[in-house]
Antibody
Framework: EVQLVESGGGLVQPGGSLRLSCADS????????MSWVRQAPGKGLEWVAM????????YYVDSVKGRFTISRDNAKNSLYLQMNSLRAEDTAVYYC??????????WGPGTLVTVSS | QAGLTQPPSVSKALRQTATLTCTGN????????AAWLQQHQGHPPKLLSY???NRPSGISERFSASRSGNTASLTITGLQPEDEADYYC???????????FGGGTKLTVL
């Protein structure tokens, strides 16, 4: 069975950095586009970033361009999100998911990122 | 980045049919089609439909999706209490080179 598990969330001060990880088990990680999606408390879903199977293409929502970097390590079946210059508005539950524009099929349980002083 | 437009809430009676809509433009829904996700409170989303009307394995036939022009729709027949949830549409936007989501529709089953 497919299982995605995020880690790396926590409390960070404005301007700080965090690195989120997403580990896969149960399917062929390298065959999927992978995405990060976030959900602020009480709000809707917001797509953050997406990376192609081989890492050659990456896309970001405008609000995180230049601050966040998505990457993957297919040898480790892992997806990452490096988040720098964090702002209060980045506070959210961050999900990793398989796929992207045509639909995201499998989701992790999410990890909470809180940006606050 | 502009998102897709969904009605904030829909209420329908038990065993009735609900149709949820998602309006975009020719760069996203009208071109690439839409996906639909269901999210229960405190849980991650679950994919119900992708590329307009393809259901992943295990998704009930009570859920069906369609598209007309720039508007995608999700129809849920025979409403059950467990269908009460938030529903989101998403699509690839070729002009933005980004995935866009709708704001979500909260479905209440009366």
């Amino acid at each position: 069975e497919v299982q995605l598990v995020e880690s790396g969330g926590g409390l960070v001060q404005p301007g700080g950095s965090l690195r989120l990880s997403c580990a896969d088990s149960g399917f062929t990680f390298s065959t999927y586009w992978m995405s990060w999606v976030r959900q602020a408390p009480g709000k809707g879903l917001e797509w953050v970033a997406m990376v192609k199977q081989d890492g050659s293409e990456k896309y970001y929502v405008d609000s995180v361009k230049g601050r966040f970097t998505i990457s993957r390590d297919n040898a480790k079946n892992s997806l990452y999100l490096q988040m720098n210059s964090l702002r209060a508005e980045d506070t959210a539950v961050y999900y990793c998911a398989t796929g992207g524009g045509s639909g995201m099929g499998y989701w992790g349980p999410g990890t909470l990122v809180t940006v606050s002083s | 980045q502009a998102g897709l437009t969904q009605p904030p809430s829909v209420s329908k009676a038990l065993r009735q049919t609900a149709t949820l809509t998602c309006t975009g433009n020719s760069n996203n829904v009208g071109n690439q089609g839409a996906a639909w996700l269901q999210q229960h409170q405190g849980h991650p989303p679950k994919l119900l439909s992708y590329r307009n009307n393809n259901r992943p394995s295990g998704i009930s036939e009570r859920f069906s999706a369609s598209r007309s022009g720039n508007t995608a729709s999700l129809t849920i027949t025979g409403l059950q209490p467990e269908d009460e949830a938030d529903y989101y549409c998403s699509a690839w936007d070729s002009s933005l080179s980004a995935v866009v989501f709708g704001g979500g529709t909260k479905l209440t089953v009366l």
